[in-house]
T-cell receptor
């Protein structure tokens, strides 16, 4: 069965600094990969997704992620973080389907001014 | 296009009471999922429907949880009796299909507090 690991439970960055959130997955074939963001009391918002093709994908709010098959990773990056980016971030994988997802435990991002 | 609708948004009940959540998926979406998200964790799949049939309920605690999808459209998730550990956000998602690249769209969720 597929699994997702987000090694960092909590990350703090300064506003304007760069950000990288790690995500590793376990699945034998190429999975469908997603990053979601969730603000307190809010639903899940899709940031970006990877299905196939170019391994560097662009998402909303200036986020990007790179699929690295050799490392089984799909790390999320942003060159300059804004205070409004403070939220919980979830990586998710779909094995053979883009709709039935296994989520990681999430990384809470705190942004200091 | 309307999104996935869930109600209620919030519910507080005492332990041992029963509760039901409702989900209206995006029109035409054959696949529907219920997820449970406990505070501080990622969502966990409870049950998957394809039209009005259950495809996967392996993670559903069947002694107290039940779900149905009448006529392959709306779905209800019920907990009876509720326990303190059922406090969570219950997310509904729908997808045009259950295989391939038909991605899921999530509702806002129902936050359940069991006291």
């Amino acid at each position: 069965a597929q699994s997702v690991t987000q090694p960092d439970i909590h990350i703090t960055v300064s506003e304007g600094a760069s950000l990288e959130l790690r995500c590793n997955y376990s699945y034998g074939a190429t999975p469908y990969l997603f990053w979601y963001v969730q603000s307190p009391g809010q639903g899940l918002q899709l940031l970006l997704k990877y299905f196939s093709g170019d391994t560097l994908v662009q998402g909303i709010k200036g986020f990007e992620a790179e699929f690295k098959r050799s490392q089984s990773s799909f790390n999320l990056r942003k060159p300059s973080v804004h205070w409004s980016d403070a939220a919980e971030y979830f990586c998710a994988v779909g094995a053979g389907t883009a709709s039935k997802l296994t989520f990681g435990t999430g990384t809470r991002l705190q942004v200091t001014l | 296009e309307a999104g996935v609708a869930q109600s209620p948004r919030y519910k507080i009940i005492e332990k041992r009471q029963s509760v039901a959540f409702w989900c209206n998926p995006i029109s035409g979406h054959a696949t529907l999922y219920w997820y449970q998200q406990i505070l501080g964790q990622g969502p966990k799949l409870l049950i998957q429907f394809q039209n009005n049939g259950v495809v996967d309920d392996s993670q559903l605690p069947k002694d107290r949880f039940s779900a149905e999808r009448l006529k392959g459209v709306d779905s209800t998730l019920k907990i009876q009796p509720a326990k303190l550990e059922d406090s969570a956000v219950y997310l509904c998602a729908s997808s045009p299909r259950w295989s391939g690249d038909g991605e899921a769209f999530f509702g806002q969720g129902t936050r359940l507090t069991v006291v």
